[in-house]
T-cell receptor
Framework: GNSVTQMEGPVTLSEEAFLTINCTYT??????LFWYVQYPGEGLQLLLK?????DKGSNKGFEATYRKETTSFHLEKGSVQVSDSAVYFC?????????????FGKGTMLLVSP | GAVVSQHPSRVICKSGTSVKIECRSL??????MFWYRQFPKQSLMLMAT?????????EQGVEKDKFLINHASLTLSTLTVTSAHPEDSSFYIC?????????????FGPGTRLTVL
């Protein structure tokens, strides 16, 4: 079956530090890959996505590259802000019976201090 | 963009009562919606897949008689927690499948915090 593994948190950084959150996956076929962000008390927001190998998703300074050879989709940001503090979920999507089902990693909490 | 709403955002109820949570796709039609449950500091657990006009498909271990799902229209799915107990307290999140391009995407609602006393 499909699975997503991401690094455990919390990840604690100072403002303007470089961020990497690792994510690897196991899947049959060719899934799409996503990063979602969840701010405290809220639902999930799509941060970025990549639909095929070597695609790079980017948004709000975050980026991740779909690496088929290493089955990875690591999230990076060059300079984090306090407002980036949230929980980040890596996920993959596989088409099944005409709709996509998402498989989530366990989430990584990011805490950014001033 | 695609917007999904949930109502209510928070609900507190007494043990033994039933609670209905609504999930609406506001600017698109969704033939498929999903219901997730999230425990504190944990990931999302898919509870069921809701298909418009047909019965929901429940994940293993989810009691379908306890968590009733109805997807009566292309923009509305409801989750009813029947005879709620304190252990049902959780954050419930819905998502709707948006048929964009060749890759169906899910858009998430803001979640409903259920507290059962």
């Amino acid at each position: 079956g499909n699975s997503v593994t991401q690094m455990e948190g919390p990840v604690t950084l100072s403002e303007e530090a470089f961020l990497t959150i690792n994510c690897t996956y196991t899947a049959t076929g060719y899934p799409s890959l996503f990063w979602y962000v969840q701010y405290p008390g809220e639902g999930l927001q799509l941060l970025l996505k990549a639909t095929k190998a070597d695609d790079k998703g980017s948004n709000k300074g975050f980026e991740a590259t779909y690496r088929k050879e290493t089955t990875s989709f690591h999230l990076e940001k060059g300079s984090v802000q306090v407002s980036d503090s949230a929980v980040y979920f890596c996920a993959l999507s596989a088409l099944s019976s005409g709709y996509s089902t998402l498989t989530f990693g366990k989430g990584t909490m990011l805490l950014v201090s001033p | 963009g695609a917007v999904v709403s949930q109502h209510p955002s928070r609900v507190i109820c007494k043990s033994g009562t039933s609670v209905k949570i609504e999930c609406r796709s506001l600017d698109f039609q969704a033939t498929t919606m999903f219901w997730y449950r999230q425990f504190p500091k944990q990931s999302l657990m898919l509870m069921a897949t809701s298909n418009e006009g047909s019965k929901a498909t429940y994940e293993q271990g989810v009691e379908k008689d306890k968590f009733l799902i109805n997807h009566a229209s292309l923009t509305l799915s409801t989750l009813t927690v029947t005879s709620a107990h304190p252990e049902d307290s959780s954050f419930y999140i819905c998502s709707a499948n948006h048929p964009s391009g060749t890759h169906n995407e899910q858009f998430f609602g803001p979640g409903t915090r259920l507290t059962v006393l």
